[in-house]
């Protein structure tokens, strides 16, 4: 089974750099997009392709949004109590309400309609897949330098914001982890976490250890969440001495060129699926196209 997440940063953009014939390439099983940023109205007739598709486009336009694609239609699927969009090939979207989540983890309500996460149960394996697009976040304010920042400083309000998105999320993804376990599925989060683990996911570690996301305590969350009997991250698992490969390079300058790139997208697995992984791959351009700022993670799955 083959499963690629993808930060398609605008999914009207990325297929104008085109997504489309990507998709019709690498041929995979399960897509989860992030920044989809587009309305239901907007999405393009092709924006999903011939997959099915469940999609939260949160409340603020032109932001956010994550998705799951499959072949055949999910057998549930579950936001933090935001309605969803379901749309069939060929076939309009329609709005359903989200299958139960159970009891939502203190402080994570907050961010129900941002179309920040999602998560479905597969038809065909029993296997729970979730996406994720967690905030960026920000410097804490003893770090913010005026003339050195790119964005007016903020007393470190993003910074607290995206502290109190993990906390919050930590406790989610645990129940949701714990959850698909009882019901006899594994667990995948994929996405785009907006936090490099270690030295070998930034090129430029050194100089970014004062960076938003490659803050210590944001590293130190990554690793809370990884052991041998939580969550795996697999691409590491499959490359353990590699630097990278990295997943995101700014627009900016020549990072792209120079492979100064980030490592922040991410599948983390149960054990069992951890152990079933056989081939990650990152497709940093699609015939000499760069399809966002991010490119797509994709892992083949012995399932």
Known sequence: MRI??????????????????????????????????????DLP???????????????????????????????AV???GA???????????????????????RGISRYATEGRYIEADLADVP??????????????????????????PDGGAKYRRKMHFLDAFARQLDRARRTARANGREFLLTGDLNIAHTRQDVAAWRRSQQAEGFLPEERDWISRQLSPRRLVDVVRRLHPDADGPYTWWSWLGQAYAKDAGWRIDYHLA??????????????????????????PVVVDYDL
Not at 83 to 105: F, H, I, K, N, Y
Not at 282 to 295: I, K, P, W
Request: with cysteine.
């Open 4 to 41: 690629a997440s993808v930060n398609v940063n605008g999914i009207r953009a990325t297929h104008r750099r085109g997504f489309a014939d990507w998709m019709a390439s690498r041929d995979c099983d399960v897509l989860t997009l992030q920044e989809v940023r587009c309305t239901v109205a």
């Open 45 to 75: 007739e092709d924006a999903f392709g011939g997959y099915h598709a469940v999609y939260d486009p949160g409340s603020i336009s032109g932001r956010n949004g994550v998705a799951i694609l499959t072949r055949r239609p999910v057998a």
């Open 78 to 80: 579950r936001t933090w």
């Open 83 to 105: 309605d969803v969009v379901v749309r069939s090939p060929g076939e309009p979207a329609t709005w359903v309400p989200s299958d139960d989540p159970g009891t939502l983890a």
């Open 127 to 152: 296997l729970t897949v979730a996406t994720l697009y967690l905030p960026k976040g920000g410097l804490p304010e003893h770090l913010q330098r005026p003339g050195r920042m790119r964005e007016a």
């Open 270 to 295: 149960s054990p069992g699926l951890a152990r079933r992984a056989v081939c990650a791959e990152v497709d940093r351009e699609r015939r000499g196209v760069r399809l966002s700022d991010h490119a």
